[in-house]
């Protein structure tokens, strides 16, 4: 006697054929995105390693740069060759994280624009690294890594496998993406925002809140969450759509009266309101509990905001920062046809005129895709995307610097994904993919080399 064992798949296949095939299918593409983001991810940081190492080793630091920027050399704490190796590792702001990591904030207030998250993680790395730099770089390093499968799980719940893909390939070789492998906040804070959305996207409301109440104890603009988030919840996409709301169910209008109200019933939420939208309220809880720390420990709960004046920062209306960009890319573009000579027409910032000149017109060039991103996304990607990425470009504008308006905007952009996806559907529908990206890592390897050798970039 024996017995036939037929095998469970078989027997699957008899009864289930579709629900088997997507079985079948989802391990390889889940294979497949790791595959395209592991590449992404190592071809990206070795372009970054490589110029940054060789721009310290041929280029080397203005004199007194190290000594005026990073007084107890928290960025260069060994020998030389591995200095340079970590040069594109730890610059300017890095000095920030580092001191917070060690020293904490001290009752200093310049130090609490920093939000507490990142610099918590690092000192708790520290421990075992033994070393603050080491530490962040890890956590930003991983964190990016996250952040990059997660975007692309996300972007394939609305596109095809090419446009993830490429999505990847442009957030990894993005101009300034060094940020995401330095200790910045950059990695963390994608890894988290994104993570959010997705959350919300498969309804794990829980998830969505907690990932975006730690996105808004990383840096400020995570409280700017809870607008996707929200109108995801009422409106959608989501991944898995519950019951909708019956009366809200249109069909063909049949008189101008009744078309008028089928466009206002499009107004009135998808989704009915549950009792597990309350976790969405995590997200402002985020910095409501960084505030009150400060408010508790050091008696100035708004330092953060008030405190941005050290680096001559001043709120004023976005369209005037558009306008005084515009202004300054003109006057660099004038610096750079004279030369470095007077008159001069850009103050010369953290670096020479001509640098300075040169800074000031990409800086209205990535304005300019920041834009047409912000017109896309609006018009291509929904409600969700497009107010959050609205809010996000009108927070960056709204604080300007005095001495240059448009300061630091790459790397605001930098974390504002939509933006990627938007390009990314742009180039793939255009075939310009196999010229963009190796264009952007060329540009990537210019501004690392500028970044690891303490000139002033983005």
């Known amino acids: ?95 920030w994280y580092l001191t917070i990591a060690r020293a904490g904030y001290a009752h200093i207030r310049q130090r609490m624009a920093f939000y507490p998250l990142y610099p918590a993680l ?32 996300l ?34 804070f994608l890894a988290l925002s994104v993570g959010s ?11 969505c809140g907690l990932l975006g109440c730690l996105a808004a104890l990383t840096r400020n603009g995570g409280i700017v969450l809870i607008l996707p988030a929200a109108i995801i919840y009422l409106y959608g996409p989501r ?28 107004l009135l939420p998808r989704y009915r309101f549950r009792a597990d939208a309350l976790w969405l309220l995590l997200i402002p809880a985020g910095l409501g509990a960084y505030l009150t720390y400060l408010g508790i420990r050091y008696g100035d709960a708004l ?12 709120t004023t209306f976005p369209l005037a920062t558009i306008w005084d960009g515009a202004v300054q890319a003109w006057d660099g573009l004038r610096q750079l046809a004279q030369g470095p000579v007077p008159p001069f027409h850009v103050p010369a910032y953290a670096q020479d005129v001509v640098g300075a000149a040169l800074q000031d017109v990409y800086l209205f060039l990535f304005l300019l895709l920041g834009l047409a991103g912000l017109v896309g996304v609006i018009w291509r990607l929904g409600a969700a995307y497009g107010l959050y990425t609205l809010v996000m470009l009108v927070l960056a504008l709204a604080d300007p610097v005095s001495l240059q308006p448009l300061a630091s905007l790459p790397r605001y952009e930098l974390i504002i994904f939509p933006l990627f996806i938007w390009g990314a559907r742009l180039l793939t529908r255009s075939r310009l993919t196999v010229y963009a990206v190796p264009a952007l890592a060329v540009l990537l390897g210019l501004f690392t080399v500028e970044f690891a050798t303490w000139r002033w970039v983005a």
């Open 1 to 95: 006697m024996f017995s036939l064992q037929i095998p469970a798949v078989l027997l699957a296949w008899n009864t289930h054929p579709v629900t088997l095939t997507a079985e079948l299918i989802r391990p390889t593409r889940r294979r497949q995105a790791r595959r395209v983001v592991w590449r992404a991810l190592w071809t990206s940081r070795l372009v970054i390693l490589f110029s940054g190492m060789a721009g310290m080793i041929q280029i080397g630091v203005p004199s007194g740069a190290t000594a005026a920027y990073d007084p107890t050399g928290l960025t260069a704490p060994f020998g030389y060759l591995a200095n340079a190796l970590v040069a594109p590792l730890a610059r300017w702001d890095s000095v």
């Open 122 to 153: 690092i000192h708790v790395v520290a421990w075992v690294t033994r070393s603050e730099l080491i530490a962040g770089a890890l956590i930003s390093l991983a964190a990016f890594a996250v952040a990059l499968l997660l975007l692309r799980r």
């Open 155 to 188: 972007v394939g719940l609305d596109f095809d496998e090419e446009i993830a893909d490429t999505t990847v390939l442009l957030l990894a070789f993005c101009p300034v993406a060094f940020f995401f492998s330095a200790v910045y906040t950059e990695s963390l």
């Open 197 to 207: 959305i997705y959350a919300a996207r498969r309804e794990r409301w829980w998830l």
């Open 239 to 266: 991944d898995s759509p519950r019951a909708q709301l019956s009366a809200h169910q249109v069909g063909v209008a049949e008189s101008p009266q009744a078309d008028a109200i089928a466009r206002l019933g499009r």
């Open 303 to 314: 330092a953060p905001f008030s405190v941005e004046s050290a680096w001559y920062r001043h």
